[in-house]
DNA sequence: TTCGTTGCAAAAGGTTTGCATACCA
DNA sequence: TGGTATGCAAACCTTTTGCAACGAA
């Protein structure tokens, strides 16, 4: 039954025990995850998957435009399978970890606008934000900022 | 007489020879550079340096705000002196590497917003633009994008 | 003389790859 | 059956750390 899901994201693909079940994992997630976190909950939950697999699919799941990319400030990637409307942007809680799509078109269209200013074509952009989100100010979950 | 920049750049700090000659590197690279450029950089004019000491002066330029810091697609840190005009964000070419300053006030002003409208608090941010300059459109210097 | 600094070698940490095996189509 | 996918172990790379020796003040 999860086939669906992997001719959805992954047309063309063969349809194994181990995609699904990281699939499944990356929507459960909701919010940014790593590569081991993701090997690590999908083992508890029984799943048997290696990590290489995991790494070989979220790159390209990564590549086909499937999942949004940031990076830790340790160098760690985390990944976030990408909603629907196409939003690219995330507010990320250095507490929790929690994060929720920002609008950014006024950023984007800074962005167009440098293009035509600067003699660089082909400009890309990677804006990454994070803050302190309402339910840690308060409630203050444990770990340090 | 490197003194002088150590003094200005590290008020409280042990005037070496490593970091005199990596503070100099650094000024002449004048565009984004990693660890490991900056060392080789720093062998090959005979300066004798350990790459420990160069990632342990980048570190600390890095938290006194020296630096600006950006990441390679593969992870890997570059460093660039920061301007006296106190620009963070930069535009670098995907071709050869060249980078300009670029005001982002208006992004600046769109992040302050951002925490007012979504009840994160201390909000940070990092802005990174690449894109193709102009003479690498025209000229075409050799590496692939 | 003191204590910050250096540098080697080794560790760490995340990600990728070689290769034989397993399995989907 | 053919060729893709998997998984283990080992390789890779950049960055950090332990520790003894060095040297600026």
Redesign the interface.
């Known amino acids: 039954m999860e086939d669906a899901l992997i001719k959805e994201h992954l047309p063309g693909w063969r349809s194994t025990r181990q995609r699904a079940a990281l699939l499944r994992a990356l929507r459960e997630a909701a919010d940014f995850v790593s590569a081991t976190d993701l090997h690590a909950a999908l083992t508890a939950d029984g799943a048997a998957i290696g990590l290489t697999t995991v790494y070989r699919t979220l790159r390209v799941l990564e590549r086909t435009g499937h999942v949004d990319v940031t990076?830790e400030k340790t160098?760690e990637r985390l990944y976030r399978p990408r909603p629907a409307d196409g939003h690219r942007h995330y507010?990320v809680?250095?507490r929790c970890g929690h994060s929720?799509p920002?609008e950014?078109d006024?950023?984007e269209r800074?962005?167009e606008n440098?293009?035509a200013s600067?003699?660089?074509?082909?400009?890309?952009?990677?804006?990454?934000?994070?803050?302190?989100?309402?339910p840690c100010?308060s409630g203050g979950t444990s770990s340090p900022?």
């Not at 600067?118 to 309402?134: I, K, Q």
Request: charged fraction near 20%.
């Open positions: 990076r160098g507010l809680c250095r929720r920002v950014a006024s950023v800074w962005v440098l293009a600067t003699a660089f074509t082909a400009v890309e952009h990677t804006l990454e934000l994070t803050g302190v989100c309402g100010q900022e």
